[in-house]
């Protein structure tokens, strides 16, 4: 038993079956088999049930791979450790963010990251489900978080990089638009809303919104992206709260600068004792300008052209 066979379970499973377990890992199918049943003689179990359609995990298999993540999680930090030991840094780093958090600033980082270490890969668990961000924080998989409140489960040293400033989305041409000043969440109250996912955390941040304001706006629509969301007020559905850093390119000028403004904090969490690839990736996001003063100004010079 070793720690290939591990990644090929692995595969099997996030695939749904051995022929595209198989191409992803760019393996023959019957060695990939081979070694899955190799693994089950040894276990003395059974890991997947086999269909014509696919394999599926059994009861044993679920049990199994989420100690196997632990595990394969921990070869690849080994391998960076000991890369970095001789000044490369090589292995995977995992990172968990927010919907929409440093949506500007993040691929910035990453990019420093990629051209000053280019063997070292990223992995991103863009908004995941509250249980399952809780899940892969007790199995030990991420590396860090990108977050506003660190999630439960977390035994993360926490660094705070700024804050994240909210603003409100409305189409062109829209009567609270008049003046170009900002808007209130009263004055949206009447539009139509384009929502989020009811498991994503910016949707619970706007229902938060609405309860603490007293306000029941009627949501016309609901998006898994903040793109989306933006691109769907721009063909005039209806208005959105969104954080500024998450307007997607070309669509600054939809933006409206919050009364009062809203903001939460941007916080990093990131392993004790960390490793050298988490520190140069903290470093990097360090050196962002995370300050929700400029964001709003680039926003407005933008919106005033």
Partial sequence: ??????????????????????ERLRVAQPSLSQQIGALEKHLGVQLFTRTPNGATATVAGRAFLAEAKIATTASRRAITAARAANEELAGELIIAVHMGLGARQLPEALGQLRHRHPKLQVTLYEEPDPADMERLARQGTLDMVLVHRIPAGCTFDVHRLGEETYVAVVPKGHPLRSDGATVR???LAAEGWIRFRGASLLDDYLAGLFAGAGLSPHTVARASQISTAVRLVAQGLGVTVVPASAIPEGFEDLACPLLPSLAEPVLVGARRNPGPAETAMLDHLNQQNWCSTGLLRDLASVRDR
């Fill in 1 to 22: 038993m070793n720690l290939r066979q591990f990644e090929y379970a692995l595969a099997v499973a996030e695939e749904g079956s051995m022929t595209a377990a198989a």
């Fill in 185 to 187: 969440l009263e004055d």
